[in-house]
């Protein structure tokens, strides 16, 4: 099983001697195949290279970090790689490290696929979260046609259940049903009335709320 360093404490200041030992641990760790120690020493150098900005020595371990590791190993160097990008706008103005990058075209281009992984992957998680978004509203949206379907059969029932079973108690007469909607707040509300004689005092007409 891997071990995992620790982070380190934003507190503990960023030495340039404590980076290079890291480069230097992973490079033997790398050389005799210690998987574990390469995965700590790797964890220890992202977690100094992202707590502060080592303005100076950023093209020292970045020489570094391309010496101690082969083409086809990027771990360290994709962890350089992305303070060189958080910190691009700063990068752009520090002369020596735009010689290095002049001098080295792998390093340029590494960093430049790097920049757009990164972008690329960025975008796609945007898209994955939009897509859930709209998935999420797709989900309501069927619930409240849903609802409104039930309401719709339920209200049906109701008024079949009125029309067969409830009549006036004075005239003997079959209610009768009408759908209306308030004039403010658009709520709809059921109005039962007598169908001969219609009359408040006599029906006792009411209004009941719709869901």
Known sequence: MQQIA??????????????LNNVLVYAL??????QPLKEVAHQ???HRAAYEW?????VT???????????????LRN???????????????????????KEDGTLACNMLNYTYNAKVKHHMEHLRKEKEWRSALQARDDQI???????????????????????????DKPFV???KRGRNSGQKTVEVACARCGSVEMCKEREVEVD
């Open 6 to 19: 620790p982070p380190v404490s934003p507190s503990e200041k960023v030495s340039l001697s404590a980076l």
């Open 29 to 34: 760790a790398e050389k005799y195949d210690i």
């Open 44 to 46: 220890k150098f992202k």
């Open 54 to 58: 080592f303005d100076e020595e950023i």
């Open 61 to 75: 371990v970045l020489r570094e970090v391309y010496a101690a590791t082969p083409a086809n190993d990027t771990l």
């Open 79 to 101: 962890a350089i790689h992305e303070v060189c990008d958080r910190y691009a706008d700063k990068l752009i103005f520090h002369d020596e490290f735009l010689k290095i990058v």
């Open 145 to 171: 046609k849903s609802a409104k379907e039930w309401a719709k059969v339920e209200m049906e029932s109701v008024k079949d259940l009125l029309r067969k079973n409830l009549k006036c108690r004075d005239c």
């Open 177 to 179: 049903l009408k759908i």
